[in-house]
């Protein structure tokens, strides 16, 4: 299973090189990945009610783990938009879930943006990390003969990382291709 993979790859090589790297003494020291959360935005879903549906059914083909309805806090009346209204959907992977999201987004999924050169390594200054993705068609799993809309998503990656610089490290030896004339 894939989801193995990462976990052993974590624990016999990711640990030992972030441990000797960092100059941490204990094993729990070391950072680690606690859940990832895969956010869409719908803001057209104010005029397409049926949208938040199509996207609830691709996230939930995506990540493999059914989406919540995300309403909307307040009332913005130049976006036409009422408070409760759907605005988006979500999912938060954790586990072997994350793994596996995490793996075939790695493998599979980001090589398939056109001309891709890497992600960009800007963290949010507590080892965290948000990758902005433009179309959900990069992932195997959705049919493109079904697709009606070409919507995008944010990626977030949460660790236990105390540092941008510890986070990246982590987020790196996982496999996320960040760019290379960055940092």
Same mark, same amino acid.
């Given at each position: 299973?894939?989801? !193995?993979?990462?976990? $052993?790859?974590?624990?016999?090589?990711?640990?030992? %090189?972030?441990? $000797?790297?960092?100059?941490?003494?204990?094993?729990? %020291?070391?950072?680690?990945?606690?859940?990832?959360?895969?956010? %869409?935005?719908?803001?057209? @879903?104010? /005029?397409?009610?049926?949208?938040?549906?199509? /996207?609830?059914?691709?996230? /939930?083909?995506?990540?493999? %783990?059914?989406?919540?309805?995300?309403?909307?806090? $307040? !009332?913005?009346?130049?976006?036409?938009?009422?408070?409760?209204?759907?605005?988006?959907?979500?999912?938060?992977?954790?586990?072997?879930?994350?793994?596996?999201?995490?793996?075939?987004?790695?493998?599979?999924?980001?090589?398939?943006?056109?001309?891709?050169?890497?992600?960009?390594?800007?963290? !949010?200054?507590?080892? &965290?990390?948000?990758?902005?993705?433009?179309?959900?068609?990069?992932?195997?799993?959705?049919?493109?003969?079904?697709?009606?809309?070409?919507?995008?998503? &944010?990626?977030?990656?949460?660790?236990? @990382?105390?540092?941008?610089?510890?986070?990246?490290?982590?987020? $790196?030896?996982?496999?996320?291709?960040?760019?290379?004339?960055? &940092?």
């Amino acid at each position: 299973m894939a989801t !193995d993979n990462l976990i $052993k790859d974590y624990r016999e090589r990711i640990v030992p %090189q972030l441990m $000797k790297q960092f100059g941490y003494t204990s094993v729990m %020291q070391v950072p680690k990945l606690t859940k990832i959360v895969v956010n %869409q935005g719908l803001g057209a @879903a104010t /005029a397409d009610k049926k949208l938040i549906e199509i /996207a609830q059914g691709e996230l /939930a083909l995506i990540t493999g %783990q059914k989406p919540v309805v995300t309403y909307s806090k $307040k !009332d913005i009346s130049n976006f036409k938009l009422r408070k409760g209204n759907p605005i988006g959907v979500m999912v938060t992977l954790r586990r072997e879930k994350m793994y596996e999201f995490l793996e075939r987004l790695i493998r599979i999924a980001l090589p398939r943006i056109r001309d891709f050169k890497g992600v960009a390594s800007r963290l !949010d200054g507590r080892g &965290n990390y948000t990758l902005g993705i433009t179309e959900q068609i990069i992932f195997p799993e959705i049919n493109l003969d079904s697709v009606t809309k070409i919507m995008g998503m &944010n990626i977030t990656f949460v660790t236990t @990382a105390n540092t941008d610089e510890e986070g990246f490290a982590l987020l $790196k030896e996982f496999g996320i291709p960040f760019k290379k004339n960055e &940092n």
